[in-house]
């Protein structure tokens, strides 16, 4: 196994960023109300801005184009884009269901034939997609990689998505607003993409990341689902789409993102620490030590309840070396730990030495990523 290295990164967010209060121009009203929920997630989220790939009378993005236009950030010329010997993708919000994302992405490239994979999932598919990059690298198989997580979640949220389950419910009892699973979500989601492009050596001017491990795991066996989409929850048991007939795949809103909030509250973060602690034994490693650490946060509320949990566990990771950007992107799930990371190198923050420590948790049935990088 070789020294592997990030020597670029770089991410495309889709037309200016949209506020709060222009939430619902955008994504629309349900109903044409109002939504009872937005106010009280929005103050617990900490969002103040995000970005969404479609605006009224403008290009609509597809996620293979904002990924694609992360991917051509990272090089100069096509010349040195041709080059690419590896192309890992992952997204929680694939534009299809076949071809998969990387063929699509690849396709938008127009690039020569290479390898390409695809990883299928939520927040942690970004992270898949990096380590697999990491490792094809490390191993000697390829010279170069480039990985990526992209979002394009908007299209999922829009007022027309729900409005016959509305009218469905509207039938039966008088009540205009959809269940709280499905209108938590809507303020949290946004569109993005990032990459990340991974050498066997160092940049010979400026920094680079050298991975020093990656280390996943997943709670699917001990925990049932708690997000998902294409589906719906009879008790523990997820029912899938095509199980589920045609007719109700509106009036249900088969095809929302769904969440179940007491699940996510009591176990997102103890299940990730669990893992944290295993982690810290296998590498010999204390995250006190770190320079930096990059925690993918769907919401601010999750800040305290990790720091008090952490601090239960006599685990050190003082607040002063935290890092996000959720205030200004929002939750961009896979794109997240790239939105970080390109913030850093790119913004002149990293100095040569310094530790990155990073923690992506995902809550569609409990996985987590922990990556430690070094600046070179």
Avoid at 7 to 17: G, I, M, Q, W
Avoid at 120 to 126: D, F, L, M, P
Avoid at 127 to 134: C, L, P
Avoid at 314 to 335: C, F, H, K, Q
Wanted: glycine share 6%; with cysteine; hydrophobic share 40%.
């Amino acid at each position: 196994m070789q020294e592997v290295y990030i020597t670029r990164l770089a991410k495309y967010l889709p037309y200016d960023p949209v506020s709060n209060d222009e939430m619902e121009s955008v994504l629309g009203m349900v109903d044409g109300k109002p939504s009872k929920v937005r106010a009280l997630i929005l103050r617990n989220n900490g969002i103040k801005s995000r970005h969404y790939a479609f605006r009224e009378g403008e290009k609509s993005f597809s996620n293979a184009e904002l990924t694609a236009e992360a991917v051509k950030s990272l090089f100069k010329d096509e010349a040195e884009l041709n080059n690419l010997d590896l192309l890992a993708c992952g997204t929680t919000s694939p534009d299809q269901t076949l071809p998969s994302h990387a063929s699509m992405v690849h396709g938008e490239l127009g690039i020569p034939p290479l390898e390409i994979f695809s990883f299928s999932g939520a927040c942690n598919t970004g992270m898949q997609s990096f380590k697999y990059a990491f490792l094809s690298v490390a191993s000697g198989d390829v010279t170069n990689a480039v990985s990526t997580g992209s979002e394009r979640m908007s299209k999922y949220l829009t007022s027309d998505k729900f409005q016959a389950e509305i009218d469905k419910v509207k039938e039966i009892e008088d009540n205009g607003y959809i269940a709280f699973e499905k209108d938590f979500l809507r303020w949290m989601l946004s569109d993005g993409a990032g990459a990340a492009y991974f050498q066997n050596k160092p940049n010979e001017d400026g920094i680079s990341l050298r991975v020093e491990w990656v280390d996943m795991t997943s709670f699917a066996g001990e925990l049932e689902t708690c997000m998902y989409s294409g589906a719906v929850k009879d008790g523990e048991k997820v029912i899938g789409y095509n199980e589920i007939a045609t007719s109700d795949w509106l009036k249900d809103s088969v095809f929302a993102i769904k969440q179940d909030t007491r699940l996510l509250g009591d176990n997102i973060v103890p299940k990730g620490v669990d893992f944290l602690q295993t982690v810290m034994k296998k590498r010999n490693f204390n995250p006190k030590d770190v320079n930096w650490f990059l925690p993918h946060l769907s919401s601010e509320f999750f800040r305290k309840k990790i720091h008090e949990e952490l601090t239960k566990r006599d685990i050190e990771i003082p607040l002063n070396v935290w890092y996000t950007n959720l205030d200004r992107l929002g939750n961009t799930g896979s794109a997240s730990p790239y939105f970080m990371l390109e913030e850093l190198m790119n913004g002149g923050k990293l100095k040569k030495g310094e530790t990155v420590f990073m923690m992506i948790p995902e809550s569609a049935r409990f996985s987590y990523t922990y990556a430690l990088l070094t600046v070179v």
